[in-house]
C-alpha cells in the first residue's frame, strides 16, 4: 500500500505566493550569469519578499517524493506491463520526472481534459482536448496527475478507462487538496496534501502562466481578483 501523502501547512513547510514572470526572467537571468538585473540591485534578494513565502513542497522535496513513490509503484507492478497516462497539460512536469524515477520498463501517453479554462475554479463540465493513442483493452494504467483538486475531472476518467477495457486503473497526484474534493476519487498514490489555495508552477498555472517554476507556490490572490 502506498504512504500517507505528506501534509503541508504553513507551520509545517514553506508556502509562497507566485512572482510575475519580468521577475522571475531576471531571477533565472541572475541564477545563470551570477549577476544583478541592474547595478546596486540583486532580484534573488529580492525573491523572499516578492514571493512571501510561508509554505511549498520545493524541488527537492518533490523530487525524494517522486523517488519513494517510483518504488513503490515498481514493487506494485512487478511482472506487468504499465502505462502511464499523463493529463495534460500539468502533468507534463510531474510525468517526464516521475517516469525518469522508474528503473523498470513502462510505455506512455497522453490525454488532455479540461474543465478549468481560463479561471481558478473547477467549471464540473470535462472537454476532451486531445485523446489517447492507446487501445486500453487488457493494459494496467496508472493516470499521472499534477493535483487532484474538485476530483470532477479525474471521476470521469475513471469511469471513461473502465469503459475502455483496462485491466487495472490506479491513480498517482503529486498534489491533492482534500477540502476542495467535491466527488470521491480513490487515489493510490499521493505525494502531498496541501490547503485548498490556488497553486502554480512545477506544471501548474494560471491562465498558461507560471508553469516553468521549479517549487510549487500559492498564486497571489491579486492575480486573478
Given at each position: 500500500?502506498?504512504?500517507?501523502?505528506?501534509?503541508?501547512?504553513?507551520?509545517?513547510?514553506?508556502?509562497?505566493?507566485?512572482?510575475?514572470?519580468?521577475?522571475?526572467?531576471?531571477?533565472?537571468?541572475?541564477?545563470?550569469?551570477?549577476?544583478?538585473?541592474?547595478?546596486?540591485?540583486?532580484?534573488?534578494?529580492?525573491?523572499?519578499?516578492?514571493?512571501?513565502?510561508?509554505?511549498k513542497?520545493?524541488?527537492?522535496?518533490?523530487?525524494?517524493?517522486?523517488?519513494?513513490?517510483?518504488?513503490?509503484?515498481?514493487?506494485?507492478?512487478?511482472?506487468?506491463?504499465?502505462?502511464?497516462?499523463?493529463?495534460?497539460?500539468?502533468?507534463?512536469?510531474?510525468?517526464?520526472?516521475?517516469?525518469?524515477?522508474?528503473?523498470?520498463?513502462?510505455?506512455?501517453?497522453?490525454?488532455?481534459?479540461?474543465?478549468?479554462?481560463?479561471?481558478?475554479?473547477s467549471?464540473?463540465?470535462?472537454?476532451?482536448?486531445?485523446?489517447?493513442?492507446?487501445?486500453?483493452?487488457?493494459?494496467?494504467?496508472?493516470?499521472?496527475?499534477?493535483?487532484?483538486?474538485s476530483?470532477?475531472?479525474?471521476?470521469?476518467?475513471?469511469?471513461?478507462?473502465?469503459?475502455?477495457?483496462?485491466?487495472?486503473?490506479?491513480i498517482?497526484?503529486?498534489?491533492?487538496?482534500?477540502?476542495?474534493?467535491?466527488?470521491?476519487?480513490?487515489?493510490?498514490?499521493?505525494?502531498?496534501?496541501?490547503?485548498?489555495?490556488?497553486?502554480?508552477?512545477?506544471?501548474?498555472?494560471?491562465?498558461?502562466?507560471?508553469?516553468?517554476?521549479?517549487?510549487?507556490?500559492?498564486?497571489?490572490?491579486?492575480?486573478?481578483?
Amino acid at each position: 500500500a502506498a504512504e500517507p501523502a505528506a501534509s503541508l501547512t504553513a507551520g509545517s513547510t514553506r508556502y509562497g505566493k507566485a512572482v510575475d514572470m519580468w521577475s522571475l526572467g531576471c531571477i533565472f537571468g541572475e541564477m545563470l550569469s551570477g549577476k544583478p538585473c541592474f547595478p546596486g540591485t540583486s532580484t534573488l534578494n529580492q525573491l523572499e519578499k516578492i514571493c512571501e513565502i510561508i509554505g511549498k513542497p520545493t524541488e527537492e522535496q518533490i523530487r525524494a517524493k517522486l523517488d519513494e513513490i517510483a518504488a513503490q509503484v515498481t514493487a506494485d507492478y512487478e511482472g506487468k506491463e504499465l502505462l502511464l497516462v499523463g493529463v495534460l497539460k500539468g502533468a507534463v512536469m510531474v510525468m517526464a520526472d516521475f517516469a525518469r524515477a522508474l528503473p523498470t520498463h513502462m510505455t506512455m501517453d497522453w490525454m488532455a481534459v479540461s474543465s478549468y479554462g481560463t479561471g481558478t475554479r473547477s467549471s464540473g463540465v470535462v472537454q476532451i482536448r486531445k485523446d489517447l493513442d492507446t487501445d486500453l483493452h487488457g493494459k494496467h494504467v496508472l493516470i499521472v496527475e499534477d493535483i487532484i483538486d474538485s476530483g470532477l475531472t479525474l471521476h470521469w476518467l475513471l469511469a471513461n478507462f473502465a469503459s475502455r477495457g483496462a485491466a487495472s486503473i490506479e491513480i498517482f497526484s503529486l498534489l491533492r487538496k482534500p477540502d476542495a474534493a467535491k466527488v470521491e476519487v480513490p487515489c493510490k498514490y499521493v505525494g502531498f496534501d496541501i490547503p485548498s489555495d490556488f497553486v502554480v508552477g512545477y506544471g501548474l498555472d494560471y491562465a498558461e502562466r507560471y508553469r516553468n517554476l521549479r517549487d510549487v507556490a500559492v498564486l497571489a490572490p491579486h492575480v486573478y481578483a
